[in-house]
């Protein structure tokens, strides 16, 4: 049985820091698709960073524009757990955070080629 379990959202002000855990089970994590999108209210889930199995133990990671220089994407293989080390956040960054697994993705981009999903974790930024 597939689960995947996003922790570490929460309320922080605009500039602070959080880190998204996601806990995978029930696949090989080592050579799934790993990724993170958000929703905000009234909004299209969208893609905000993944990462891709690049030869035996490296990955490669993708990044939204929007994202880009102040989000981290990693993988704990042993530990089966996904991060989204997210810095300087912006009240444009305030959304609910999902966990995804993919496997044989064409489009990394889009939220129909993944598999498996999180329940999400609630992301609050104030100004």
């Known amino acids: 049985q597939v689960q995947l379990v996003e922790s570490g959202g929460g309320l922080v002000q605009a500039g602070g820091s959080l880190r998204l855990s996601c806990v995978a089970s029930?696949?090989?994590?080592?050579?799934?698709?790993m990724g993170w999108f958000r929703q905000a209210p009234g909004q299209e889930r969208e893609f905000v960073s993944s990462?891709?199995?690049?030869?035996?133990?490296?990955?490669?990671?993708y990044y939204a524009d929007s994202v880009k220089g102040r989000f981290t994407i990693s993988r704990d293989t042993a530990k089966n757990t996904l991060y989204l080390q997210m810095n300087s956040l912006k009240p444009e960054d305030t959304a609910v955070y999902y966990c995804?697994?993919?496997?044989?993705?064409?489009?990394?981009?889009?939220?129909?080629?993944?598999?498996?999903w999180g329940q999400g974790t609630q992301v609050t930024v104030s100004p």
């Open positions: 990462t891709r199995r690049n030869g035996i133990s490296d990955y490669s990671e």
């Open positions: 029930g696949f090989n994590f080592r050579t799934y698709v």
């Open positions: 995804a697994a993919g496997r044989g993705i064409a489009d990394i981009f889009r939220r129909s080629e993944y598999d498996y």
